[in-house]
């Protein structure tokens, strides 16, 4: 089984490119599939990222408890941002937190994650409304619109491939929109600096399957 005892240095992170990140997640996630992930000296961790941090990456993903974003990609203290938010889309706060992330802190990787089952999805597709929750699942709505004109059959949460496909064009939409509206992130990616990338996570089966 892997061991990890020392967190990513300046110099470690400076000498990584979004290729290599990426394909660390995507191992990542095999070694979590197969329940091979590292033995982590948190202790260690802890102790050498007080001063500092340099994380590799930073996942947008959704709130949902079933989908732990360090687990999921085998990483621990010291390796990646995080924005959280129902249905794993941006505004300007996570826009904000991209921005520092990459171009302040040096992160290689934007990484959105949507899941299989994603009630907030479920919840745009049936037009729920519910006090700040209502604002909240607008975000959302693109997508859903996306869809109606690319499956057949109910238009609601009922319809598996209508709400299948409402969570992979949620995500491709963000990253869109992460690129329309961030002049700094789009650049850095047109540079080679960052990759923006996007995937869906199966809670059925761990997997993360890349778009």
């Known amino acids: 089984m892997p061991y990890r005892n020392k967190a ?7 000498k990584l ?3 290599i990140v990426l394909q660390d997640f995507i191992e990542g996630n095999s070694r979590f599939i197969r329940d091979e992930v590292h033995s982590i000296d ?8 007080t001063d500092s941090q340099h994380p590799k990456a930073i996942v947008l993903s959704c ?4 989908v732990p974003v360090e ?9 990646i941002f995080v924005a959280r938010v129902a249905g ?4 300007t706060d996570i826009l904000g937190s991209m921005e520092y ?3 302040v802190a040096g992160s290689k990787l934007v990484f959105v994650l949507g899941h299989e089952s994603c009630g907030a999805v479920k919840a745009a597709c049936d037009h729920v409304e519910l006090g700040n929750i209502t604002s909240m699942l607008s975000n959302i709505q693109p997508a859903v619109k996306k869809s109606e004109s690319e499956i057949s059959g109910e238009y609601n949460s009922s319809n598996t491939e209508f709400l299948n496909k409402t969570i992979e064009n949620n995500v491709k939409l963000t990253i869109d929109r992460i690129r329309e509206k961030s002049p700094i992130l789009k650049e ?3 540079n080679g600096e960052i990759k923006i990338v996007g995937g869906v996570y199966h809670i059925s089966s761990g997997k993360v399957s890349m778009l």
């Open 42 to 49: 948190h202790k260690a961790l802890i102790t050498q990222t």
């Open 188 to 190: 850095m990616e047109q």
């Open 63 to 66: 709130i949902d408890s079933r």
């Open 8 to 14: 990513i240095t300046k110099d470690a992170q400076d």
């Open 17 to 19: 490119t979004p290729m």
């Open 101 to 103: 992330s990459c171009k």
């Open 71 to 79: 687990l999921i990609f085998d990483q621990t203290i010291g390796d």
């Open 88 to 91: 794993n889309f941006e505004n």
